[in-house]
């Protein structure tokens, strides 16, 4: 129904995110603020829960001054161990709002014929160690797809990601 429960001061450590990893950062817990959505990881998003989100988020954002490439899910910062939170998650809606980022494919722009794809998903931030679960993490939040192939078009946002990260301070 959209109610938000706070559980824990913002500058209190949680175990949220759990072993988890992004980019260089191993300790998840300490550096973030962990959401959770009430969702069985199969249904659409309750607007009410995504209006409430939004206005959390926006909150969280202004005090904290989050840049909009931090704001991830758990499948993204533990591919092995989490899905959540799933693909009919609106990430596009919530880029275009400032929290997170977004590429839709563009045909002009694709992966260095040189650059593997685990390589890639490194460079964006996931952990490589089991390179499959975090092709799964990268296909469920930024093409909102479960198959674990690699189309022209993931490529070409997969790309972006990392034209994104590399010009970003």
């Known amino acids: 129904d959209g109610t938000v429960h706070h559980m824990l001061n913002d500058y209190m450590r949680a175990w949220h995110g759990g072993i988890a990893k992004?980019?260089?950062?191993?300790?998840?817990n300490s550096s973030s603020i962990g959401i959770e959505i009430d969702n069985n990881g199969f249904e659409p998003f309750e607007p009410k829960q995504i209006e409430s989100l939004l206005t959390l988020l926006s909150t969280l954002k202004n005090?904290?001054?989050?840049?909009?490439?931090?704001f991830i899910g758990h499948g993204d910062i533990a591919p092995k161990r989490k899905v959540d939170p799933n693909i009919n998650f609106p990430w596009a809606l919530l880029a275009k709002k400032g929290?997170?980022?977004?590429?839709?494919?563009?045909?002009?722009?694709?992966?260095?014929?040189?650059?593997?794809?685990?390589?890639?998903l490194a460079l964006v931030g996931y952990d490589i160690k089991d390179s499959s679960a975090a092709l799964l993490a990268f296909k469920r939040h930024f093409r909102q797809?479960?198959?674990a192939t690699m189309s022209e078009a993931d490529k070409s946002v997969l790309a972006q990601l990392i034209q994104y990260k590399l010009n970003t301070p």
């Open 22 to 28: 992004w980019g260089n950062n191993t300790d998840i």
């Open 63 to 70: 005090k904290y001054k989050i840049p909009d490439a931090n």
């Open 145 to 147: 797809d479960s198959t």
């Open 99 to 120: 929290y997170g980022i977004w590429f839709e494919p563009k045909a002009n722009i694709t992966l260095q014929n040189n650059l593997s794809v685990p390589y890639a």
